[in-house]
């Protein structure tokens, strides 16, 4: 039991209490940037990191991840009670959480929501727990070439797990990874893509992409939108809550489909978008009262949040122990790894074990200080977007053109993420997908490092790609993502061709 | 909004989906293109000590160029018949009158530093898009600049970009 023994050591590193008030603070920030449209997990820990540079890394990642997880719980508010999903993730909680708001059931759907979080959350940091430290050791023995194709497995898990168009995710993660090539070449020392600019030498940094992307592109489509809040008024006394508290073990089954999905998706970087889509379609296939959902069940609200929390959170295990984050947010975490000069990676939990235990430990702190401040905090939350769209628009403007600027202290970023907010609006609007073109921004580098240097190893030969049991299984499974639209069309094809002649659904 | 009230979705004025698909498309083709002309400049074969440095960013131009195509093979000739509005000429101009003032936002950063622009804009924006009286205009509008201007150059100790007026109280 030596994973216990060094979370123990984690809660003494977590424990002091100048941790425990970065904690709060970092919850509190993240159910704000939850709550307000514009800001979301990824661009609110990629504004707020800067602020974190002089701080302890342990305290600092602490306070981010907090960050994380309030505005993991934050979507779920304005889910409920506006019928906005503050964060993508949280579409899913609409279909059922906000009719129960307006049968005024509101106090009952939070609770739901938020204790299903909770729950989704703690399996999948247990999951972490035990998990993290073996593949961290398994990992150890990766060459260059193993993880070469651990990358290629994430992107091509993109393309099929995701659903959008296979053509518009390459062509995402392709942008991404030829930005990331811009700059200075650090193995040749040659200049790439600056075209005598002086400026782009130091290429695009994937933060100011994230608060252009995630921040000003979604400040655009909420104007589009008209925005006017009109949400239900919410009251949670304990009395609620603790009659929700007794319902809510009925739903077991569904709580544990969902944590499993959402742990699935977010090791495999699906998100948790598509996770909680899929755990609410499921749950509504197996329920009893599957026809009723979308009227306000309780097990509609249960099914969606197990699934996002739970995929949030496991998405910092392939963070943590192969450099590789399942999620935009986690991607912004690892860059904070690096800023802070630690990388991360199977040797992350052989040369920094305090840190780890001590991220780890704040995990399970961090998610029971998060649901005791939701659960007595909504009503000032839910005051806070009553204040008028043409308010926290242009304040929400600055926030990001500050945290453009204060990465680099570079002007120029701030016209860039200007750029980058008008693609994300366009991207958005043509589904082609954002986080994998983030993803590849951050990893860009390592892939192509990792990839040069096994290349190196085999002198040019591609088949070093295959030429061991480890490697070709992991390419192998990689490439079955890559075409498992292609494969899912084909047998869709079959099954349909014998049943029925000629197909009433038009090809998609 | 109200004169569109009796018009169905189908018939707005906008610009079509297809049209900014094509435009997008060819403008990541576009890119992929400079890649792949940029890598192969600096050299993206076999070197005698291992791969240039254009050697991997050419196969990721070399992709970007496939997807685009395959994205404008794909709507050139088997998108939906009919035109569909990407964004109404309404909406556009909504998204415009944020976006616009941002831009001016961003310039007048350069010029007068961080705070004063965003007092400003703030201030331009409420007035514009929320009709306030000016009597919520002015707080709100310098609250929010002193609150950043506390938090980061007086706490956090982080320097933001300070213009003439920063420099007339010691900054």
């Known amino acids: ?508 | 909004m109200h004169d569109n009230d009796h018009v169905t979705n189908g018939s707005q004025r906008g610009v079509s989906t297809k049209m900014v698909e094509i435009a997008v498309a060819a403008g990541i083709l576009l890119l992929g293109l400079v890649v792949m002309i940029d890598s192969s400049r600096v050299g993206s074969s076999w070197a005698d000590d291992g791969p240039q440095a254009g050697y991997f960013p050419f196969y990721v131009g070399l992709i970007l160029c496939f997807a685009s195509i395959w994205t404008l093979w794909r709507t050139l000739f088997f998108a939906k018949t009919g035109v569909v509005v990407f964004v109404s000429h309404e909406k556009l101009r909504l998204v415009l009158s944020v976006f616009i003032p941002s831009m001016i936002y961003v310039g007048a950063i350069y010029f007068i530093g961080i705070y004063v622009a965003s007092a400003l804009f703030i201030g331009a924006f409420m007035y514009w898009h929320g009709r306030f009286p000016w009597v919520k205009i002015v707080p709100v509008s310098l609250l929010v600049p002193v609150s950043v201007f506390l938090l980061f150059e007086i706490w956090f100790l982080v320097p933001l970009p300070k213009g003439p007026f920063e420099a007339l109280i010691g900054y």
């Open chain 1, 1 to 508: 039991m030596d994973e216990i023994n060094s979370l123990m050591h984690g809660f003494a590193v977590a424990l002091t209490y100048q941790n425990l008030m970065f904690m709060f603070i970092g919850i509190l920030l993240g159910v704000l940037i939850g709550v307000l449209p514009g800001l979301g997990g990824a661009n609110g820990v990629a504004i707020l990191l800067p602020l974190t540079f002089t701080m302890p890394p342990t305290s600092a990642i602490i306070m981010l991840s907090c960050i994380y997880w309030g505005a993991l719980f934050g979507g779920a508010i304005t889910s409920i009670l506006f019928n906005i999903p503050g964060e993508p993730w949280s579409v899913a909680t609409t279909f059922d959480g906000h009719p129960m708001a307006k049968n005024g059931r509101a106090g009952e759907a939070l609770t739901a929501a938020f204790t299903s979080s909770f729950v989704g959350a703690l399996i999948a940091v247990i999951m972490i727990t035990f998990l993290a430290p073996l593949v961290a050791k398994f990992s150890l023995q990766f060459g260059p070439p193993e993880f070469f194709a651990v990358q290629l497995l994430t992107f091509c898990s993109f393309v099929g797990l995701g659903k959008g168009h296979p053509a518009k995710t390459i062509a995402a993660m392709m942008l991404g990874f030829a930005l990331a090539a811009v700059g200075l070449d650090t193995v040749t020392g040659t200049l790439r893509m600056t075209f005598g600019t002086s400026e782009l030498l130091r290429g695009f940094d994937f933060l100011i992409a994230v608060i252009g992307l995630f921040g000003i592109g979604e400040i655009l489509l909420t104007m589009e939108e008209g925005l006017a809040f009109k949400g239900v008024h919410a009251r949670i006394n304990p009395r609620v809550v603790w009659q929700t508290w007794k319902q809510l073990p009925k739903y077991w089954l569904t709580a544990l489909r969902g944590t499993l999905i959402g742990c699935w998706m977010g090791i495999t970087p699906g998100g948790a978008t598509p996770a909680s889509f899929m755990s609410y379609g499921i749950a509504k296939r197996f329920s009893k009262d599957g026809e009723k959902f979308g009227t306000g069940q309780i097990e509609g609200v249960v099914a969606p949040e197990t699934a996002a929390h739970a995929a949030g959170t496991s998405a910092l295990l392939p963070m943590l122990t192969l450099g590789i984050p399942g999620s935009p947010t986690a991607a912004v975490l690892l860059g904070g790894l690096l800023i802070w000069g630690l990388q991360p990676g199977p040797l992350l939990f052989v040369e920094q074990k305090d840190f780890v235990w001590g991220l780890i430990a704040s995990m399970y702190l961090g998610n029971i200080v998060g649901l005791i401040v939701v659960l007595t905090t909504v009503p000032w939350w839910a005051a806070i977007l009553r204040v008028p769209f043409s308010i926290i628009a242009p304040i929400i403007v600055v926030v990001c053109a500050i945290g453009a600027y204060t990465v680099h202290n570079a002007m120029l970023d701030v016209a860039l993420m200007l750029m980058f907010g008008v693609i994300g609006y366009l991207f958005k609007k043509l589904d082609y997908p954002l986080a994998p073109m983030v993803l590849a921004l951050v990893l860009g580098d390592m892939a192509e490092s990792s990839f040069r240097q096994s290349m190196l190893l085999s002198r040019g030969e591609v088949s070093i790609f295959w030429s061991n049991g480890l490697v070709g299984s992991i390419c192998g499974l990689a490439m079955l993502m890559l075409f498992w639209p292609v494969i899912t069309k084909l047998l869709h094809k079959l099954r349909s061709g014998n049943n029925d002649l000629n197909g009433q659904r038009p090809v998609e």
